[in-house]
Nanobody, 122 residues
Framework: QVQLVESGGGLVQPGGSLRLSCAAS????????MSWARQAPGKGLEWVSG???????FYANSIKGRFTISRDNAKNTVYLQMNSLKPEDTAVYYC????????????????WGQGTQVTVSS
């Protein structure tokens, strides 16, 4: 079965950095496009970033220039390096198959992980 386990979240001050990790299993990761999505308190899911199987990357305007998505196919892991964090980045971050985010709108599926909480506050 598909399993996605996010980690690396935490509490940081504005301007700080975090690196999120997502360990994937139960599918052919190396050929799968992956995304990060987030859900802020009281708000819906927001697509954040995506990466094709060949490593091509894409970013939402809200985080462009601050976040970097990457993947290590040998480890079945996708990463999100987050720099220059802002309070508005506070959210639960999910690693998901990009196919779940049609037209950059993400629809939660049963196999999604619990996400990892990122809190940016002074």
């Amino acid at each position: 079965q598909v399993q996605l386990v996010e980690s690396g979240g935490g509490l940081v001050q504005p301007g700080g950095s975090l690196r999120l990790s997502c360990a994937a299993s139960g599918f052919t990761f190396r050929s799968s496009a992956m995304s990060w999505a987030r859900q802020a308190p009281g708000k819906g899911l927001e697509w954040v970033s995506g990466i094709y199987a060949d490593g091509t990357t894409f970013y939402a305007n809200s985080i462009k220039g601050r976040f970097t998505i990457s993947r290590d196919n040998a480890k079945n892991t996708v990463y999100l390096q987050m720099n220059s964090l802002k309070p508005e980045d506070t959210a639960v971050y999910y690693c998901v198959p990009w196919d779940d985010c049609s037209s950059y709108r993400c629809a939660q599926n049963d196999y999604w992980g619990q996400g990892t909480q990122v809190t940016v506050s002074s």
